[in-house]
C-alpha cells in the first residue's frame, strides 16, 4: 500500500491547481496527483476553448476570474513563462434590448468593457440586418452592437498546465499516471472485523482507495474529477452536485476565416476577438497559430446528460444547426471548411452555474466548472486549499478575500449566473 499525506485524483487544470496550493502552503506533505490518463491535461481540460474573461454578473465569479487572469498574466510577463495568452477580448453581438442589459451598463461603468457601434461591425464583415426568414424561421435577431470585453481573451490549456505540472515536480509532488481509480467506500475508523461494516453507528472516513496499481491511503482526498464525480463517489453516497453535457468544438479553417482572423478590436492586439454570436450564442474562438477558427455552443434542450470516456463530436449538428447561423452573420466564411473537431464536456452546476468546493469527511470536493475551469482554475486551487487547511478566509492572488465556505453546500453564498456561454 502506497501512503501519503494528501491524494489528488485527476490532473486536470483543477486538480494541478489545487496540488501546487495545497503543497505551496504546506511544503512538507506528502502528496500524489492520481491520473487515469497517460499524462496530465488528457480529458476535458485539452478539450477545452481555453479562453478567459472577467464579465459575470455574480460577485463570487468576478472576484475568482479576476484573480485567475492576474495570476495567469503574473506567470507570462513576470515569470516569463508563455501561456500563449492573448488579451485579443471578448465581443458580444446583440440588438438594442440586448445591449441595454443592466449588467452590461456595469461593466462599462467600471472600465471593464465597452461599447462597439454597428458601422464597426459592418466594416468587420458583419452582416447586421437579416431577412424575414433568417429572423422569424430561424429566430435570429439584428444586430445594433455589441459589447466588447477589454480584460478577456484566449490561452493554450496545455501551456498553464505544463507551468503547474512543473512546478509540483520541482517541489516533489509524485505524478502516478495510468492510475484508474475505482468507486470507493467509506471504511470504520475503528473497525471490528466483522462482516458488513461499516455499520450504521460506526464513525466513518475514507482511509483508503483502490485502483488499477493498489491501494493508496492518505489522510485527505482531493476529488478533482470534473463530470466522473458522481460516477466515483456514487457509493459513498456523497453527492457531486453536478451533471455532465457534451460539448463540441469544430475548427473550421479557410481564406473567409484568416481575413476575419486579423479583424482585432484593441488597440495592440493582431487578431480577432472571441465573438459570442446573437440568439443563440454561437461562439467563434480564434487560433491564430492554426489560421483557424474554433466554432462551439452550450447548446441544452435535447442534449442528455449522458457521459461516456469518448464523446464524439457531430459533424450534422454543425451542418445544420451552427453553419447557417455562423453564415447569416458572417457570410464570408460560407467557404470555409471543417479542418478538426473534437468534444468534451461541461462538469454543470445546474442551479447556480458556479463551482462547487466543498468537504465532506476527508474528502474535498472541487466540480461543477460549468464551462469555466480554466478561466477560474487558479483561485479555485486556493479555495481548496483554504478548505484543506480549515481556514475560514481564502485569500486570492489579487489580494482579493473570499469566504470559503461560499462555494460550498450548506453555507453557499453564490447568485445564479446569467453568463454562461
Known amino acids: 500500500m502506497k501512503e501519503f ?6 490532473a486536470g487544470i483543477t486538480g494541478l491547481a489545487s496540488a501546487y496550493h495545497i503543497k505551496r502552503n504546506n511544503p512538507k506533505l506528502r502528496i500524489a496527483v492520481l491520473e487515469r490518463k497517460s499524462t496530465f491535461c488528457q480529458g476535458n481540460t485539452a478539450k477545452s476553448s481555453a479562453a478567459f474573461r472577467n464579465l459575470f454578473t455574480s460577485a463570487v465569479n468576478r472576484k475568482i476570474t479576476q484573480s485567475t487572469i492576474e495570476f495567469y498574466r503574473h506567470v507570462q510577463t513576470v515569470n516569463g513563462f508563455d501561456l500563449g495568452m492573448r488579451f485579443n477580448g471578448y465581443l458580444f453581438l446583440g440588438d438594442r434590448k440586448f445591449l441595454e442589459n443592466h449588467a452590461f451598463r456595469g461593466f462599462v461603468e467600471r472600465g471593464l468593457a465597452r461599447y462597439v457601434g454597428e458601422p464597426s461591425l459592418t466594416e468587420a464583415g458583419f452582416r447586421t440586418k437579416l431577412n424575414e426568414y433568417e429572423v422569424s424561421v430561424m429566430n435570429l435577431s439584428n444586430v445594433d452592437g455589441g459589447l466588447l470585453g477589454l480584460e478577456c481573451g484566449i490561452l493554450a490549456p496545455e501551456k498553464i498546465c505544463s507551468y503547474y505540472a512543473n512546478e509540483l515536480s520541482r517541489m516533489e509532488v509524485d505524478f502516478l499516471f495510468g ?15 466483522y462482516p458488513g461494516e461499516p455499520f450504521v453507528w460506526q464513525k466513518t472516513l475514507l482511509k483508503t482507495i483502490d485502483t488499477n496499481r493498489g491501494e493508496f491511503s492518505a489522510k485527505e482526498f482531493i476529488f478533482c474529477t470534473d463530470v466522473w464525480t458522481n460516477q466515483l463517489l456514487d457509493r459513498t453516497g456523497i453527492d457531486g452536485h453536478t451533471r455532465g453535457k457534451k460539448r463540441q ?15 482585432n478590436f484593441i488597440n495592440g492586439q493582431t487578431v480577432m476577438p472571441l465573438i459570442i454570436l446573437p440568439s443563440h450564442e454561437i461562439v467563434l474562438r480564434p487560433d491564430p497559430d492554426s489560421k483557424s477558427i474554433w466554432v462551439t455552443i452550450a447548446d441544452e434542450y435535447n442534449r442528455d446528460f449522458s457521459i461516456s470516456d469518448d464523446p464524439t463530436p457531430e459533424l450534422e449538428f454543425y451542418e445544420r444547426s451552427l453553419f447557417p447561423v455562423i453564415i447569416s452573420y458572417l457570410p464570408q466564411l460560407d467557404g470555409s471548411k471543417i479542418s478538426s473537431m473534437w468534444a468534451g464536456y461541461y462538469a454543470n452546476n445546474t442551479i447556480d452555474k458556479t463551482h462547487y468546493v466543498f468537504r ?3 474528502i474535498i470536493v472541487a466540480t461543477g466548472s460549468s464551462g469555466s475551469g480554466i478561466m477560474k482554475a487558479d483561485a479555485i486551487g486556493r479555495v481548496v486549499a483554504a478548505l484543506h487547511s480549515g481556514m475560514e478566509k481564502t485569500v486570492l492572488f489579487d489580494k482579493a478575500i473570499i469566504n470559503t465556505s461560499d462555494l460550498g453546500v450548506h453555507k453557499r453564498k453564490v447568485e445564479e449566473e446569467e453568463m454562461v456561454i
Do not use: A, M, Y
Request: hydrophobic share 40%; charged share 25%; net charge neutral.
Open 179 to 193: 492510475t484508474e481509480v475505482k468507486s470507493p467506500l467509506l471504511q470504520p475508523i475503528d473497525p471490528l472485523n
Open 5 to 10: 499525506d494528501v491524494v489528488v485524483i485527476g
Open 249 to 263: 468544438v469544430f475548427q473550421i479553417t479557410g481564406q473567409g476565416v484568416e481575413k476575419l482572423l486579423k479583424r
Open 360 to 362: 465532506d469527511k476527508n
